[in-house]
């Protein structure tokens, strides 16, 4: 039977986003340029919008409850995945990441975020009332990082994961670009890195109708 999969979750009263608990020992792998530059990179960052209670605490996180916060801006803490923390030490200031609406009624691609802070440590590892507390993690030594995100528009349309589903089940046939997405291939991962090829596309179906 599979585990919960693991997403990031805001938990409300404790006002900071965290994560359900998956272990992995799957690193990151650096993109280049033949000049040896890193290339920018693009993301995929899930968040529940429906209230889910663990341990007590609500871990609801929408599009719009991150538009509402001050200067529209939050840490994406909690993630507990060791590739989904490497994405996000990987992370650059202004790349871009889709926010994802996880475990809920109709999951799908609802906005667009910003990186505005590269990874620093996570501070709910060390809150023995946080959800996401990890008494192994030391202090001069953290295992957890975050990365601080601001909203930058919602989709013109929501892009539901029916119709991503129906694109990397075609893209694998003709060799799209959505054959090989992290969405599909790698459930799992709350915070997953995009091709350029990958990111374009889905912005280019906020145009069209969904068939």
């Keep these: ?9 805001k938990t409300k009263n404790l006002g900071r ?4 608990v998956e272990n992995s020992s799957l690193q990151k792998t650096p993109v280049f340029e ?7 990179s693009y993301w995929l960052m899930k968040s529940e919008p429906e209230s889910r209670l663990e341990k007590g605490v609500d871990v609801k996180f929408s599009i719009e409850d991150l538009q509402a916060q001050p200067r529209q801006t939050t840490c994406w803490d909690g993630v ?22 996880s475990n809920c009624r109709e999951p799908g691609i609802a906005g667009l975020v910003k990186i505005v802070k590269e990874a620093y440590p996570d501070h709910t590892q060390f809150e023995k009332n946080n959800p996401h507390y990890d008494a192994s993690s030391k202090e001069d030594n953290p295992k957890w990082s975050m990365v601080d995100v601001q909203f930058v528009r919602t989709m013109k349309r929501f892009i539901p994961l029916a119709e991503l589903r129906a694109h990397h089940q075609a893209h694998r046939a003709s060799g799209g670009p959505l ?7 790698h459930q799992r991962l709350s915070v997953q890195r995009l091709t350029r ?3 374009d596309f889905i912005l280019s179906l906020e145009e069209k109708e969904p068939s």
């Design 17 to 20: 986003a965290s994560a359900q």
């Design 179 to 185: 054959k090989n997405m992290a969405l599909f291939t």
């Design 1 to 9: 039977m599979k585990g919960p999969e693991e997403k990031r979750t």
């Design 197 to 199: 090829e990958e990111f």
């Design 34 to 40: 033949d000049s040896g530059e890193a290339l920018s």
């Design 80 to 101: 507990r995945n060791y590739q989904a923390r490497n994405f996000l030490r990987a992370m650059r200031l202004d790349e871009e990441a889709f926010f994802y609406h």
